[in-house]
T-cell receptor, first 114, second 117 residues
Framework: AQSVTQPDIHITVSEGASLELRCNYS??????LFWYVQSPGQGLQLLLK??????LVQGIKGFEAEFKRSQSSFNLRKPSVHWSDAAEYFC????????????FGTGTRLQVTL | GAVVSQHPSWVICKSGTSVKIECRSL??????MFWYRQFPKQSLMLMAT?????????EQGVEKDKFLINHASLTLSTLTVTSAHPEDSSFYIC?????????????FGPGTRLTVL
């Protein structure tokens, strides 16, 4: 069975500082990996996804993530955080070849201080 | 493109009543829709997968008689919480999969907050 671990429940960074949110997955084959962002009381917005190819994936809002098969990781990064980035971030893994049956991590809440 | 709406955005009901939540894909056809449940400060848990014109597939532990799912058209899926109780209070989120060129991505609705008194 597939699973996702986001070890950091809550992270606080200063505006302008760099950010890295950790995500580790467990899946028997090459996974489909996603990062979503959720603002309070809202649905999920896709930041970026990885299916194959270049392991460094660029997303929206200046985010990027790197797939490292050897570490079973898909960490999300941003070089300079903005106050509007404060939200809940979810990593998710899907079965190869389909966007069905997404398994989500428990999320990381990002707080940005001014 | 790829907009998914949900209605209502929030609902309060009395214990024992039924509540229907609609999920619509506004600018694409979704042969597959998904229903998730999210408790406060927790992750999304997949409840069921809904395919147009067929019965929904429920995840283990989800009562299909309590959470009725209908996917009658390519743009609409409904979730009915029957005989709702306070423990059913939660944030319900749907997503839809575009079986066109964006087949490998789910698009999420804004969610419906259900409060059962």
């Amino acid at each position: 069975a597939q699973s996702v671990t986001q070890p950091d429940i809550h992270i606080t960074v200063s505006e302008g500082a760099s950010l890295e949110l950790r995500c580790n997955y467990s899946y028997g084959a090459t996974p489909y990996l996603f990062w979503y962002v959720q603002s309070p009381g809202q649905g999920l917005q896709l930041l970026l996804k990885y299916f194959s190819g270049d392991t460094l994936v660029q997303g929206i809002k200046g985010f990027e993530a790197e797939f490292k098969r050897s570490q079973s990781s898909f960490n999300l990064r941003k070089p300079s955080v903005h106050w509007s980035d404060a939200a809940e971030y979810f990593c998710a893994v899907g079965k190869t070849g389909t966007a069905s049956k997404l398994t989500f991590g428990t999320g990381t809440r990002l707080q940005v201080t001014l | 493109g790829a907009v998914v709406s949900q209605h209502p955005s929030w609902v309060i009901c009395k214990s024992g009543t039924s509540v229907k939540i609609e999920c619509r894909s506004l600018d694409f056809q979704a042969t597959t829709m998904f229903w998730y449940r999210q408790f406060p400060k927790q992750s999304l848990m997949l409840m069921a997968t809904s395919n147009e014109g067929s019965k929904a597939t429920y995840e283990q532990g989800v009562e299909k008689d309590k959470f009725l799912i209908n996917h009658a058209s390519l743009t609409l899926s409904t979730l009915t919480v029957t005989s709702a109780h306070p423990e059913d209070s939660s944030f319900y989120i749907c997503s839809a999969r575009d079986h066109g060129t964006r087949w490998n991505e789910q698009f999420f609705g804004p969610g419906t907050r259900l409060t059962v008194l």
